[in-house]
Nanobody, 123 residues
Framework: VQLQASGRLGATWGSLKFSCVVS????????IGWFRQVPGKEREAVSC????????HYADSVKGRFTISRDNVNHTVYLQMNDLKPEDTAVYYC??????????????????WGQGTQVTVSS
């Protein structure tokens, strides 16, 4: 599995959109998650998609501000981040889970990871 993450500034102030392109596998069979990590702290879940029911899930800290979406045609999962705050500063990662599950916010579920991308939000 290969995961290639990239980001671009959004159209509105304080927004950013990440893309995670997945290759080398049958994309529709994989759950995809976004995680982030601050130096000295454990990696935490941000958002994820479940394969079994197509649902989307969010950490409480980003609910209402971040939106995850999935494009099965282009094998890409997006993370739209709005209303960014300094506490969103972290290295962001996407990851792939090959199993069908009922939850998707646990780091241990993910087998393959993309490279991290630094996001810095200043006040």
């Amino acid at each position: 599995v290969q995961l290639q993450a990239s980001g671009r500034l959004g159209a509105t102030w304080g927004s950013l959109k990440f893309s995670c392109v997945v290759s080398g596998v049958i994309f529709e069979h994989y759950g995809i998650g976004w995680f982030r990590q601050v130096p000295g702290k454990e990696r935490e879940a941000v958002s994820c998609t479940l394969v079994n029911d197509g649902s989307f899930h969010y950490a409480d800290s980003v609910k209402g501000r971040f939106t995850i979406s999935r494009d099965n045609v282009n094998h890409t999962v997006y993370l739209q981040m709005n209303d960014l705050k300094p506490e969103d500063t972290a290295v962001y990662y996407c990851a792939a889970d090959p199993l069908y599950r009922v939850t998707c916010l646990r780091e241990s579920q993910y087998k393959d990871w993309g490279q991290g991308t630094q996001v810095t939000v200043s006040s």
